[in-house]
């Protein structure tokens, strides 16, 4: 191969520009979101950068620990305090300047909005728990988005690629004593400071499986050129333990409630609505407009409405996702009982048992995040999804040209 034309001397790009199937055009165009910025989401993200994918969405909640250090490279310990995802965002576009490299803190299965999933090429799952796992496998499955999935212990590890219509989803393993163990009944509402377990990890394996997982993600961007020869729909194990590596398939559950496709033409964009601008009522008069007056929103989440206490019988407005209400928010404010929950999917449901006047509140104030997708229903069935596509264009879209970290973190903290 002639390679009279690189200059090793001054193009970073020299020597992946040698390598023939390395779509240049198409890796910078590329766009990915990585969810998870711990010990795997940081070697998927140095790779990421080293290889220049053109537009980078880091996800994360959590901040930084000085425990994270023994297996985090993109971190420092002048870091200790800052979300890993701003930080792991500034570090990848110090180690490549030519990425675009945006970043968001949030819980995943409430936080993110679905149109940024929808903006995405690919999904890369650096994860650590069951249900950001369910949520991330049900999006990329609702807007048909591959995702690549990884997980590991000390020295073995796994991934998993799934592509929606073709083969197994994340979903399809789930076994009843799967799905008992990631449901919480009222009665079970975790405390507010309960400490999640921290799992025993090494950098090595996880420098293994993310190396897999950007390679998978790299093929995806190109499936036509890879058929065959994708993890797709398989598992890679990697038994570090003995060094052994193997390939399982995994297989289709028929009755998977996770293999509906919004159906591209069922979703709207509103190129004015926004979450923290559009009122429940404004949303739910879009709905029924287009599916007649019986329509209702689909909400993404179950919302928790009232605190209704069996003592003194008082009503306090809870107003948020049925999953950011702990166990210390349940004390009835007057009497100090325990009170119960009530809770609703819908906007514009048949509400019963308490007031919808919340209608005339923006979205995001009942928890429905910016850049979100949310889908009405009809009386005789019809369906269309509406994109909050007014959040899409400033700071979570690829389209608000080169904003500044520090225009980022301002953005983050609005919300
Ligand atoms: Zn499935
Ligand atoms: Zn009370």
């Not at 592509?163 to 008992?180: F, K, L, Q, V």
């Not at 420098?207 to 058929?227: D, H, M, R, Y």
């Not at 899409?392 to 520090?406: A, C, F, I, K, V």
Request: proline content about 4%.
């Amino acid at each position: 191969m002639s390679t009279g034309l690189l200059d090793f001397q001054t193009d970073r790009d020299a020597a992946l520009k040698l390598i023939d199937w390395f779509d240049i055009d198409r890796v910078r165009a590329a766009r990915i979101l990585v969810v998870g910025a711990g010990a795997i989401g940081n070697e998927v993200l140095k790779n990421l950068a080293l290889l220049g994918i053109g537009n980078v969405f880091v996800y994360d909640r959590d901040t930084i620990e000085m425990s994270n250090l023994s297996r985090s490279v993109l971190f420092r310990s002048s870091d200790a305090g800052a979300l890993k995802a701003a930080v792991a965002a500034r570090r990848m576009i110090e180690l490549n300047p030519s990425v675009s490299a945006r970043w968001q803190a949030g819980d995943v299965t409430l936080d993110l909005g679905l149109g940024v999933f929808r903006t995405m090429d690919v999904i890369i799952g650096c994860l650590d728990n069951r249900e950001a796992r369910l949520h991330v496998n049900r999006v990329c499955w609702k807007l048909d988005r591959p995702w690549v999935d990884a997980g590991i212990g000390q020295l073995n590890g796994q991934v998993r690629a799934y592509r929606p219509g073709n083969g197994a989803c994340y979903e399809c393993a789930m076994t009843e004593s799967d799905y008992r163990r990631i449901s919480v009944p009222c009665g079970a509402i975790a405390s507010r400071y309960a400490s999640e377990g921290k799992v025993p990890t090494t950098p090595t394996i996880a420098s293994i499986v993310a190396g897999v997982q950007v390679q998978e993600a790299l093929k995806l961007l190109s499936p036509e050129v890879w058929t065959g020869r994708m993890i797709s729909g398989r598992e890679f194990v990697f038994n570090g333990t003995s060094c052994a590596a193997a390939f399982v398939d995994l297989p289709v559950r028929e009755d998977c409630p996770a293999h509906d496709t919004l159906s591209p033409e069922s979703i709207l964009e509103l190129p004015k609505a926004s979450a923290t601008v559009t009122t429940c009522g404004e949303l739910l008069a879009a709905a029924r407009s287009e599916l007649g007056e019986g329509a209702v929103v689909d909400l993404n989440f179950e919302l928790a409405v009232d605190l209704r206490c069996p003592g003194c019988q008082s009503v306090q407005r809870l107003l948020r996702p049925f999953r950011k209400v702990y166990r210390e928010d349940l004390e009835c404010e007057k009497c100090g009982r325990q009170g119960y929950v009530v809770t609703t999917h819908t906007i514009g449901g048949t509400a019963e048992d308490y007031e919808e006047d919340f209608l005339g509140l923006p979205l995001a104030a009942i928890g429905v995040p910016r850049f979100d997708i949310l889908t009405a229903r009809g009386d005789g069935g019809m369906e269309v999804s509406f994109e909050l596509s007014g959040d899409g264009s400033g700071d979570l879209g690829w389209n608000g040209g080169t904003e500044t970290m520090e225009d980022q973190e301002a953005a983050n903290a609005r919300t």
